[in-house]
């Protein structure tokens, strides 16, 4: 009868918080008789001494379980890599992200081809512009330049020499020619005076 009692007083379904605060403000004491309280007594005393017991044998088992984990040479560091390991599998096989993979991925794809269209788009316009009639006329005139440049510096010889050179005279025929008559320092000892 004892245990018909104690099932009838345990419930199978946890106390929501206001129930919790129901209880707490009914006094029960008036309500069961002496012979209850005394069974309520010590049932409560033995369960305390049952969570007691399940306390020292969870502290038991945790420290084997350290122990175990020493002797594999599993340390906190290695759980956690294999935790992240294991976490970073799973979510890599949630739909979710293959979606997300696969739609970053055809996005990147889309951006290269875009970037290398544009890209031969300029090669192409580039190509184009150097065969246009402007550009040609304009590479002539450079070219004339530079020939009448070749010719007033060093006479009719076309032998030429770098571009840099054939500045670098004209420049200095020029300062001769606009001087007329001032004679200009050949190197620098004659410029430090």
Not at 36 to 65: C, F, M, N, P, Y
Not at 85 to 96: I, P, R, Y
Not at 162 to 167: K, Q, Y
Request: net charge negative.
């Amino acid at each position: 009868m004892e245990a018909q009692q104690a099932e009838g007083l345990l419930e199978t379904q946890p106390l929501q918080e206001t129930d919790e605060e129901t209880i707490t403000d009914v006094d029960f004491t008036d309500m069961i008789s002496e012979e209850e309280k005394e069974e309520l007594k010590i049932e409560l005393g033995k369960l305390e001494d049952e969570i007691s017991t399940l306390r020292q044998v969870l502290a038991a088992k945790e420290k084997h379980l350290v122990e175990i984990k020493q002797k594999l040479g599993i340390n906190l560091m290695n759980e956690l890599k294999q935790n992240f390991s294991k976490s970073w599998h799973d979510m890599q096989t949630t739909s979710a992200y293959k979606k997300t993979h696969e739609t970053l991925s055809h996005a990147g794809q889309k951006a290269t081809a875009a970037i290398s269209n544009v890209g031969t788009a300029i090669s192409k316009k580039f190509g184009d512009m150097r065969n246009s009639p402007t550009f040609k006329s304009f590479e002539e005139k450079v070219e004339t330049t530079v020939t009448s440049l070749k010719t007033k510096v060093g006479g009719t010889s076309h032998s030429g020499g770098s571009f840099e050179e054939v500045l670098s005279s004209a420049a200095h025929a020029s300062a001769q020619s606009s001087i007329s008559g001032t004679q200009l320092p050949e190197n620098e000892e004659e410029l430090q005076c």
